[in-house]
T-cell receptor
Framework: LAKTTQPISMDSYEGQEVNITCSHNNIATNDYITWYQQFPSQGPRFIIQGYKTKVTNEVASLFIPADRKSSTLSLPRVSLSDTAVYYCLVGGDEKLTFGTGTRLTIIP | DAEITQSPRHKITETGRQVTLACHQTWNHNNMFWYRQDLGHGLRLIHYSYGVHDTNKGEVSDGYSVSRSNTEDLPLTLESAASSQTSVYFC?????????????FGPGTRLTVT
């Protein structure tokens, strides 16, 4: 399974765009990149998934360069409710391997 | 609406006792998973199932067992609870839709082994 590396923590002010980058140098050809969000005392929640280039949904964008060795989750105009832990996962089947994630704190 | 539920939400048990945590989903998903999460750590996979009568070990399966007799349920059993198994346990399910591996997580069960 591909190992991922992401910052342990990040702070940002309300209203700003936040970019969280994940490194996955050993990603395999069949692997997808998936991001989850977890609030305290809750289970993780799916945010977005991609294979290459750019994916956008109603809450986030995912940028994946051509070599796929990294990816960037972009959260537009964050609010206090975006304070959470964000996990980057890489895998090619239904199993997920969670790292320790990035603890994002939004400052008023 | 479809959902995934876990019971109990909180459980205190003694070392050596057998404990079963329930997980029930109404998504009609084939895939179900059990994870544990310890303070300051990510989630670690305990067991998973890709369908009825299918079970597989995850990275931290020692001391745990599961069985899948129907699509909706995947109970997790701690054969002889140990203090090291004090943790928050999350159940999840997924069903392949296109290329999505989106998992839906339950609310978690906080287990304390004294």
């Amino acid at each position: 399974l591909a190992k991922t590396t992401q910052p342990i923590s990040m702070d940002s002010y309300e209203g700003q765009e936040v970019n969280i980058t994940c490194s996955h140098n050993n990603i395999a050809t069949n692997d997808y990149i998936t991001w989850y969000q977890q609030f305290p005392s809750q289970g993780p929640r799916f945010i977005i998934q991609g294979y290459k280039t750019k994916v956008t949904n109603e809450v986030a964008s995912l940028f994946i360069p051509a070599d796929r060795k990294s990816s960037t989750l972009s959260l537009p105009r964050v609010s206090l409710s975006d304070t959470a832990v964000y996990y980057c996962l890489v895998g090619g089947d239904e199993k997920l391997t969670f790292g320790t994630g990035t603890r994002l704190t939004i400052i008023p | 609406d479809a959902e995934i539920t876990q019971s109990p939400r909180h459980k205190i048990t003694e070392t050596g006792r057998q404990v079963t945590l329930a997980c029930h989903q109404t998504w009609n998903h084939n895939n179900m998973f059990w994870y544990r999460q310890d303070l300051g750590h990510g989630l670690r996979l305990i067991h998973y199932s890709y369908g009825v009568h299918d079970t597989n070990k995850g990275e931290v399966s020692d001391g745990y067992s599961v069985s899948r007799s129907n699509t909706e349920d995947l109970p997790l059993t701690l054969e002889s609870a140990a203090s090291s198994q004090t943790s928050v346990y999350f159940c999840a399910s997924s069903g392949l839709a296109g290329n999505s591996y989106e998992q839906y997580f339950g609310p978690g069960t906080r287990l304390t082994v004294t």
